[in-house]
């Protein structure tokens, strides 16, 4: 498929293939020489003193590592620059239902106990380096939510089940409420 002139996208695909944001660049990449400055200046000297095996006494072995992982940092920012995030949207329920099983999965025998609390699940689900699902659930809810038609639903919920209704039936329930106020039972919140 041919790709579309500028003169043809609607404003959220040009907003998607547009140029970079320059001062955002540039603030990205003055934090990110400011973060390496300071863990230069805390890590040669006890990089320096370090005789064992990894470090082995190279003071330039923490800034260095870090670099290496700024630089792949700036590549994923620019990569993730280049992609049209719209299509992202259409695969949200799938990635939340993906983050709800995840979720799920921790009351299983798959859940991995760490400290006395069961948060975690293993990479590879038998084996390997843990992680906790809710990391994962929390980009996949702001990515469903973030199409306008969610919306919709999380104002009917809102609607329905969390407002109480008006007339004494809402007034006896609110009443706890508004006698515990530390300004008094009569005190207008709104």
């Not at 040009?14 to 990449?29: E, I, K, T, Y």
């Not at 109480?164 to 008094?184: E, K």
Request: cysteine-free.
């Amino acid at each position: 498929m041919a790709r579309k002139a500028k003169r043809d996208l609607t404003v959220d695909e040009q907003l998607a293939r547009g140029p970079l944001d320059l001062p955002f660049l540039m603030l990205v990449l003055f934090l990110l020489g400011i973060g390496l400055v300071m863990l230069f200046s805390a890590s040669y000297y006890t990089a320096f003193r370090d005789s064992k095996p990894p470090v082995s006494n190279n003071p330039y072995y923490y800034i260095i590592r870090q670099a290496a992982f700024a630089a792949a940092g700036l590549g994923g920012m620019y990569a993730a620059s280049r992609f049209d995030y719209g299509y992202l949207r259409l695969l949200s329920p799938f990635f939340l239902g993906i983050s709800i099983v995840l979720l799920v999965l921790i009351y299983t025998p798959l859940g991995v106990e760490i400290n006395g609390v069961t948060r975690w699940l293993n990479l590879f689900l038998v084996a390997g380096p843990t992680f906790q699902p809710s990391e994962i659930a929390k980009v996949t809810v702001v990515l469903y939510f973030s199409s306008e038609d969610k919306w919709e639903l999380v104002r009917l919920l809102i609607d329905e089940f969390l407002f109480l209704p008006p007339g004494p039936a809402g007034q006896g329930a609110q009443a706890p409420f508004h006698q515990a106020h530390p300004l008094g039972p009569d005190h207008e919140f709104f």
